[in-house]
């Protein structure tokens, strides 16, 4: 068997590999789809094509409605998942003959379903998601720390996201505020450290990344017996990643935003590559302000870290178990990476910026992986002196 995320070589998966794993595979939805290739810079080429509720792949590329054309290193991540459709996109790394990104961006979920057998998550029928008794999960549910550990380990098990109410009391979450006002203070659009978006002609973070080295009560976190019982509900040995992947974190919704990754769509937390690698991830926040509509509140799609797919639309998303998370300063929601959620921009711009605080907690095996001051979203820097654009500023 083929080392794990070593080099793939290109010819060989697709005469020898990909067709035994075809060979396997249950039944894909490829509907809607229109055949993609794929090519290197040596011209060789593999085209997929959609074949009942299966993939088709055949050599060369004159039948592809999209040519996507990569190196050998980034078409071996891709494989890997090392890197998602978007990485490429960001850093570069992928060119197309004809076609473009959405077409690269639809399949993606197929492919990854051909090439590692991950689970489809139906966005036209999702699975329903059921409490221990067997009755519809109530999405709006919250706990306490008084609740047993067990009830918050299903609830989350099934939902993808667990919120808990009056974790942390006002004390010490203005002292948390106060270290993020700091951090905001120093933040400078280049550092490599922060996000930004503009609200008219002024440039306002939006972000900042390894707050923890600014602050040892943030470092402490991870360490804290509450925050620890909560990673404990996504597996008892998960660590957290003080020292890579953007580190413990502070998002910042920002009323009026108008560039930049200030209001996040529809992603998974794993949405630049790294799946593999990273998850189980389960990111921890800490609310630091209340979060309703008017500024901007988290929306998770209850169970959808049970499987891949595509990123859903606005109408798609109309039909699915989307739950809004009500919270006050204090509580701690936790998520799986690969659960989709979004920030959508606040309804009221006059409201003030909510603020999260995030600590994120990954299995061993990612630090393994992952050096020390490194992360998945590193490519987001790669365009524009240090600032982070938008994927459809890029496309």
Not at 7 to 35: K, M, N, S, Y
Not at 307 to 328: C, F, I, M, N, Y
Not at 339 to 346: E, G, K, M, Q, Y
């Amino acid at each position: 068997m083929q080392e794990r995320f070593a080099p793939i070589d290109f010819e060989h998966f697709h005469a020898v590999v990909l067709p035994e794993r075809l060979a396997v595979r249950p039944e894909t939805d490829v509907g809607g789809l229109r055949p993609i290739a794929f090519r290197m810079p040596d011209g060789a080429a593999y085209t997929y094509q959609p074949s009942g509720s299966s993939v088709a792949v055949e050599a060369g590329d004159a039948g592809a409605s999209t040519v996507v054309e990569l190196d050998p290193r980034s078409w071996s991540d891709f494989v890997w998942e090392l890197r998602s459709s978007f990485s490429l996109l960001y850093g570069g790394d992928a060119t197309f003959e004809r076609g473009g990104m959405g077409d690269l961006a639809q399949w993606e979920p197929v492919l990854r379903a051909v090439l590692d057998g991950q689970a489809m998550y139906d966005l036209s029928a999702p699975p329903p998601l059921l409490d221990a008794d067997g009755e519809p999960l109530a999405l709006d549910r919250s706990f306490g720390l008084g609740d047993p550990d067990d009830e918050m380990r299903r609830f989350l098990e099934v939902a993808g996201f667990v919120h808990l109410r009056s974790v942390f009391d006002a004390e010490e979450i203005e002292a948390l505020r106060e270290v993020v006002c700091t951090a905001v203070a120093r933040a400078r659009p280049d550092d490599q450290r922060s996000w930004w978006t503009s609200v008219g002609s002024r440039e306002v973070c939006n972000r900042v990344n390894y707050l923890n080295e600014q602050s040892e009560l943030v470092a402490g976190l991870g360490s804290d017996p509450r925050m620890r019982r909560i990673a404990d509900l996504g597996g008892r040995k998960l660590r957290d990643a003080t020292d890579r992947l953007d580190g413990d974190s502070v998002v910042i919704k920002v009323p009026g935003a108008q560039t930049g990754l200030a209001d996040l769509p529809w992603h998974r937390d794993c949405g630049m590559g790294g799946h593999p690698v990273m998850c189980p991830t389960l990111n921890v926040g800490i609310q630091l302000d209340a979060a309703s509509p008017a500024n901007g509140q988290l929306l998770m799609i209850a169970g959808s870290h049970m499987g891949t797919s595509r990123l859903p639309t606005d109408e798609e998303a109309a039909g699915l178990p989307v739950a809004a998370l009500h919270t006050q300063p204090g509580d701690v929601t936790a998520h799986f990476g690969h659960t989709l959620h979004s920030a959508p921009p606040p309804s009221d711009l006059r409201a003030p910026g909510r603020r999260a605080l995030y600590v994120t907690f990954v299995q061993p095996e990612t630090f393994e992986m992952v050096g020390r001051g490194n992360g998945y979203n590193d490519v987001l820097f790669s365009r524009d002196a240090g600032r982070v654009p938008h994927v459809d500023d890029l496309r």
